[in-house]
């Protein structure tokens, strides 16, 4: 699992990863979205389910019974996810959250200031329609593993930081599930202060450290 996830990460230092500006709508390759994505992401992901004990086969095997189609999506992976990654920038534009492309991984990335009120674990009621326009491509696209990582910045003790950074995960969680997005595709970690993607003594910095990633994995890249 661990060196799919690295050939990902390797693939996307060589090729460049782009990123979606939600606010003005352009598509665009930079060194914050690479380090956001890998750093961040990618490496937060691999790292967990690494090192989590629950066999990698057996979670592909509930993923794809719970899935419509009941059926890996192969060689298809890149279509499948392509195709995804489409409907996921149509849905998101203007919403203020960045649509990030990892190879055949894609990571959704929600600022905590548009997402959370300081300090809460609980949704802001303004953001529900985009957490219902996310929830109905992902519940579509069924074949995938839905991580969502919590994150905060360095403002308060460890503890608390992680604390809340799991409470909103799985705030978040909760919400595809109420969505009609299949349980058991769904796993939620707090990862605290750890993956911070900007420098913690700007204001600046510490919103962009403030959020919640959405990753997309595809299914069958879990059995190998």
């Given at each position: 699992?661990l060196?799919?996830?690295s ?14 500006d ?8 930079t ?7 890998i ?6 992901v691999?790292?967990y ?7 990698s086969r ?18 298809g ?14 849905q ?18 929600m600022?905590?200031?548009?997402t959370f ?7 802001n009621?303004?953001f ?8 109905l ?31 909103r995960?799985?705030?978040?969680s909760?919400y ?26 700007s ?8 959020r919640?990633?959405i990753t ?9």
């Amino acid at each position: 699992m661990l060196k799919v996830l690295s050939a990902v990460a390797a693939g996307c230092l060589l090729s460049a990863c782009t990123t979606f500006d939600a606010y003005t709508g352009e598509e665009k390759t930079t060194n914050t979205a690479i380090g956001a994505s890998i750093g961040a992401s990618v490496g937060a992901v691999a790292a967990y389910l690494a090192n989590k004990d629950e066999d990698s086969r057996s979670r592909n095997q509930r993923i794809l019974a719970a899935a419509a189609g009941g059926a890996a999506v192969g060689g298809g992976i890149g279509y499948y996810m392509d195709a995804q990654e489409a409907k996921l920038r149509k849905q998101l534009r203007d919403s203020g959250v960045s649509v990030v492309r990892d190879g055949d991984n894609i990571n959704l990335i929600m600022p905590g200031n548009i997402t959370f009120a300081s300090n809460s674990p609980d949704i802001n009621a303004g953001f529900y329609d985009v957490m219902n326009a996310v929830a109905l491509v992902i519940a579509e696209y069924d074949k995938t593993l839905v991580f969502i990582g919590g994150h905060t910045d360095s403002v308060g003790s460890d503890t608390d930081n992680q604390i809340l950074s799991q409470r909103r995960a799985e705030s978040v969680s909760r919400y595809l599930a109420s969505k009609e997005v299949a349980a058991v595709r769904l796993e939620a970690v707090g990862f605290g202060e750890q993956r911070p993607i900007a420098d913690n003594t700007s204001e600046s910095g510490k919103q962009q450290n403030r959020r919640v990633e959405i990753t997309l994995l595809p299914s069958e890249s879990l059995a190998k």
